[in-house]
């Protein structure tokens, strides 16, 4: 772990998160998927299990994911500085292109060639978002265990088919572990 | 005013739990609704600007926001109210992250939510790669964009088999499609 600690640098963490904030768009787990890619599998910061943990720590807690899981990754990286370095870098891009845009919104929102660069990159960001979820969901198949199958299929058909917002879906499987270890520990009394 | 600015955007970062969409209404009932430092027109436009633009909604709003109502140091004002409750929250979250995740019920916690946030991105791919596909229309035949969706597959092939950059790659079909419709004309749907 020590040796590991070394590659963690607060300029890299800032232009890392900098970059990443600067060009995704379209909510949190689009940015969390670049996240993904660049401290997961570029830099090797994280592995693939912590960033999943940070992933639903962010959503689970109030307040916009990208920053909340910048912060996660700050602390990671570099403790208390880490996580103000992180969050300046998350909110700098947007407040920046606000401001510039706030002035004349109406030409920017109805300019043909704004549209069609974002529709393009639209595009590309749907196919980031398929590798990532390829590789994500590709891993948890190969652990071979039926119960984590059965729960990513619920909840996937909750979040995609009804609709229902991500938060109560996490907060639900967390009762649900909770309850079953309840039910586990209260069986071992009994034997035991 | 300017404080008030930023305790109602400290309400709206320690209460819009779900990201995203969970901040609007927030957003409405306070902003527009109660104090009507934006109007509803103001806060449609904030909201097509904030899908068009890198960034989280209440980031955005708040930045939006705080310039119309007090310029850029409420700009400022506002957008540190918004993000102050996750820093305290989340730093809390990671403290006790780093100390407790080594517990067996924690371990049983989180192996149960990894498979939950992968189908929870996988569903917020599948609306996104259907917004591409029918360029955020109704899905019909008529609506197929085949533009985007070549764009998307060829996109997808790149950085999956030959690992390019991902920021790269998207900027990139951003120009391409820029070429495609602007300089060969070939129309939008």
């Known amino acids: ?192 | 005013m300017l404080l008030k600015l930023f305790f109602s955007f400290i309400q709206v970062g320690l209460f819009s739990v779900g990201g995203g969409y969970a901040a609007i209404p927030l957003i409405k009932s306070s902003i527009v609704d109660a104090y009507g430092w934006i109007s509803m027109g103001e806060f449609t436009d904030l909201i097509t600007i904030a899908e068009m633009t890198p960034g989280p909604i209440a980031v955005n709003a708040a930045t939006f926001v705080g310039i119309k109502v007090a310029g850029v140091p409420g700009a400022f004002l506002a957008t540190f109210g918004c993000i102050l409750p996750s820093c305290f929250l989340v730093s809390f979250l990671a403290y006790a992250y780093r100390k407790y995740h080594q517990l067996a019920l924690i371990q049983n916690m989180l192996s149960g939510l990894r498979p939950v946030v992968v189908a929870l991105i996988a569903s917020a791919t599948l609306s996104i790669l259907q917004m591409v596909a029918f360029a955020g229309k109704s899905i019909s035949a008529a609506h197929l964009d085949w533009t985007g969706i070549i764009l998307c597959l060829v996109a997808f092939l790149l950085i999956r088999i030959k690992k390019l950059n991902p920021i790269a790659v998207m900027v990139s079909c951003g120009v391409a499609s820029l070429v495609v419709h602007g300089l060969f004309g070939v129309p939008m749907i």
């Open chain 1, 1 to 192: 772990m020590e040796a590991e600690k070394k590659k963690y640098s607060l300029v890299k963490l800032f232009f890392s998160i900098l970059y990443i904030s600067a060009f995704t768009f379209g909510g949190g787990f689009v940015i969390v998927t670049f996240m993904k890619k660049k401290f997961v599998d570029e830099l090797h910061w994280i592995d693939e299990q912590e960033m999943l943990d940070y992933t639903a720590l962010a959503q689970a807690s109030p307040g916009a994911i990208a920053v909340n899981a910048s912060i996660l990754l700050g602390w990671k990286a570099g403790g208390f500085p880490g996580m103000i370095v992180a969050v300046i870098a998350a909110i700098t891009p947007p407040m920046v292109i606000i401001t510039a845009i706030s002035f004349a919104y109406e030409a920017f929102a109805s300019n043909r060639i704004v549209a069609m660069v974002l529709r393009g990159m639209q595009a590309g960001v749907g196919a980031v978002m398929l590798d990532v979820v390829a590789s994500l969901g590709l891993n948890v198949v190969k652990e071979k265990s039926w119960v984590l199958m059965l729960i990513m299929i619920a909840a996937f058909i909750a979040a995609f088919v009804f609709n229902i917002n991500a938060s109560i879906i996490i907060v639900t499987v967390i009762v649900l572990v909770l309850a079953y270890e309840l039910v586990t520990m209260a069986r071992k009394r009994r034997n035991g």
